[in-house]
């Protein structure tokens, strides 16, 4: 079967650092993504990685190592903004989006 | 520029009556997408649609039925709603659903079936 896993709730402080997660096991591997999804809103995308290595973008940065079917999410100078769930999506060889259940975090002033 | 769309955007029904949910998106993306998300599951793919006239089932297609007669609209209908069918429905939508193609929701409809 498919598999995403990912912590279920995790709490920062704010200005902190925080790393989430996401380990996969799918029929194939077409990249990942990172959504952020805010309590009772839509998922916005976040990042996409489709080779090994880390990817920048602001605050933000994704990690993925293909081989260990692990990737990871790093928020810097968290902000209360930053408050919301995240989901880790893998898209398998049917070019499927297979969507892990997300993290909730919660930022502590 | 008005995006996706959804309506209603809740709804409360009773067991057994037919449900429809519309998705309206302003882009002309070929793909459209309905999940569904319940407390402790990932976003669990309905149906899809590449086109106009052409769609296929996802993980949990049992009880719904779509259409897409225009490249806008992709409507699903819960044919007899079940309790179990009480979830919040996110449309979205991609340009092409190639890898490394960003999904773009749906503001989500909430949906209670007693």
């Known amino acids: 079967g498919q598999n995403i896993d990912q912590p279920t709730e995790m709490t920062a402080t704010e200005g902190a650092i925080v790393q989430i997660n996401c380990t996969y096991q799918t029929s194939g591997f077409n990249g990942l993504f990172w959504y952020q999804q805010h309590a009772g809103e839509a998922p916005t995308f976040l990042s996409y990685n489709v080779l090994d290595g880390l990817e920048e973008k602001g605050r933000f940065s994704s990690f993925l190592s293909r081989s260990k079917g692990y990737s990871y999410l790093l928020l810097k100078e968290l902000q209360m903004k930053d408050s919301a769930s995240y989901l880790c999506a893998v898209t398998d060889s049917n070019y499927q989006l297979i969507w892990g259940a997300g993290t909730k975090l919660i930022i502590k002033p | 520029d008005a995006g996706i769309t959804q309506s209603p955007r809740y709804k409360i029904t009773e067991t057994g009556r037919q449900v429809t949910l519309m998705c309206h998106q302003t882009?002309?993306?070929?793909?459209m997408f309905w999940y569904r998300q319940d407390l402790g599951h990932g976003l669990r793919l309905i149906y899809y649609?590449?086109?106009?006239?052409?769609?296929d089932k996802g993980e949990v297609p049992d009880g719904y039925v779509v259409s897409r007669s225009k490249t806008e609209n992709f409507p699903l209908t819960l044919e007899s709603a079940t309790r179990s069918q009480t979830s919040v429905y996110f449309c979205a939508s991609s340009v092409r659903g190639l890898e490394g193609e960003t999904q773009y929701f749906g503001p989500g409809t909430r949906l209670l079936v007693l």
């Open positions: 649609s590449a086109a106009a006239d052409i769609t």
């Open positions: 882009w002309s993306h070929s793909y």
